[in-house]
């Protein structure tokens, strides 16, 4: 069982991407699943996490308004929409989750964890 994000790259400030989450030989329709990042000599943070449940977001103040997490249970995939993008930014960014919550109550434990994406902002 594979997490693997993908969609980064190297974006200039004010610009978008979008991350995608995707899972292989497991299903994570059924869990909720959350973003993480880790700047170069931070420790990692979360980003944002969407429930199973009823599809509940949730997001660090510092991305509210600029990030919008999604999902496509047909597609086995989540999304994280990352608009006007900072030089802060600039991380390798996760997607994770623990295959037994519906909810993001304890996504900080989240342990299953896929290769990360590395984005990069320029100013």
């Known amino acids: 069982v594979q997490l693997q994000a993908s969609g980064g790259g190297l974006v200039q400030a004010g610009g978008s991407l979008r991350l995608s989450c995707a899972a292989s030989?497991?299903?994570?329709?059924?869990?909720?699943i959350g973003w993480f990042r880790q700047a170069p000599g931070k420790e990692r943070e979360g980003v944002s996490c969407?429930?199973?449940?009823?599809?509940?977001?949730y997001y660090t103040d510092s991305v509210k308004g600029q990030f919008t997490i999604s999902r496509d249970k047909s597609k086995n995939t989540v999304y994280l929409q990352m608009n006007s993008l900072k030089p802060e930014d600039t991380a390798v960014y996760f997607c994770?989750?623990?295959?037994?919550?519906?909810?993001?109550?304890?996504?900080?434990?989240?342990?299953?964890w896929g290769q990360g994406t590395l984005v990069t902002v320029s100013s």
């Open positions: 969407i429930t199973s449940s009823d599809g509940s977001t």
């Open positions: 030989g497991r299903t994570f329709s059924s869990y909720a």
């Open positions: 994770a989750t623990d295959y037994a919550s519906v909810d993001c109550e304890v996504w900080g434990s989240f342990d299953y």
